[in-house]
């Protein structure tokens, strides 16, 4: 079954280290999305990407970069770890721009000592 | 850009009893509105949606109401089960426009009692 997957599932980091999380899904979905999730504040976009070579910022990427060298994968590199970035992230995806439902992945807990 | 505010922030029903949540959002242009449950360890899923240009949705025991005018919108869950303790997020977004993101409320931890 086509499916969105991200890891690691937890991550605990030290402040300053560059930090990877990977998404990939395997519907051949154009649209990806990265969220992070922090209590009081719900889930906040911090980048998207329409397709391969293409990518956005969203409303919190300070601190956070994205690549699309193929369909099926958008990671999401935190360049210099931050306190303030330990969250649970999500990575998210949909079949065409404008398309109604978002799929997303099950989450990364990342603790930033 | 938009801003979507999301109440109560916990809800405690009794099992059988129905259960609304509410939110408001800010911008007019808006056109899409969904609603995601959050089971714990899990992503948000997509449980019902609805379009501007309509004013009410049903899906067996979910429905979800729009006021256009209000720039409100409502879940409404009848006849409650355990299985429906979550959180719930209501959203927004303008379908067609540059950005395709989700602009999300804070969440609704909705308990069910036995």
């Known amino acids: 079954d086509a499916e969105i997957t991200q890891s690691p599932r937890h991550k605990i980091t030290e402040t300053g280290r560059q930090v990877t999380l990977a998404c990939h899904q395997t519907?051949?979905?154009?649209?990806m999305f990265w969220y992070r999730q922090d209590l009081g504040h719900g889930l906040r976009l911090i980048h998207y990407s329409y397709g391969v070579q293409d990518t956005n910022k969203g409303e919190v990427s300070d601190g956070y970069s994205v690549s699309r060298s193929n369909t099926e994968d958008l990671p999401l590199t935190l360049e210099s770890a931050a306190s303030s970035q330990t969250s649970v992230y999500f990575c998210?995806?949909?079949?065409?721009?404008?398309?109604?439902?978002?799929?997303f992945g099950p989450g990364t807990r990342l603790t930033v000592l | 850009g938009e801003n979507v505010e999301q109440h109560p922030s916990t809800l405690s029903v009794q099992e059988g009893d129905s259960a609304v949540i509410k939110c408001t959002y800010s911008d007019s242009a808006s056109n899409y509105f969904p609603w995601y449950k959050q089971e714990l360890g899990k992503g948000p899923q997509l449980i019902i949606d609805i379009r501007s240009n309509v004013g009410e949705k049903k899906d067996q025991r979910i429905a979800v109401t729009l006021n256009k005018t209000a720039k409100h919108f409502s879940l409404h869950i009848t006849e409650t089960q355990p299985e429906d303790s979550a959180v719930y997020f209501c959203?927004?977004?303008?379908?067609?426009?540059?950005?395709?993101?989700?602009?999300f409320g804070k969440g609704t931890h909705l308990i069910i009692q036995p």
């Open positions: 998210a995806s949909s079949a065409v721009a404008g398309a109604n439902e978002q799929f």
């Open positions: 959203a927004a977004r303008l379908l067609g426009g540059g950005a395709d993101g989700l602009t």
């Open positions: 519907w051949n979905h154009n649209n």
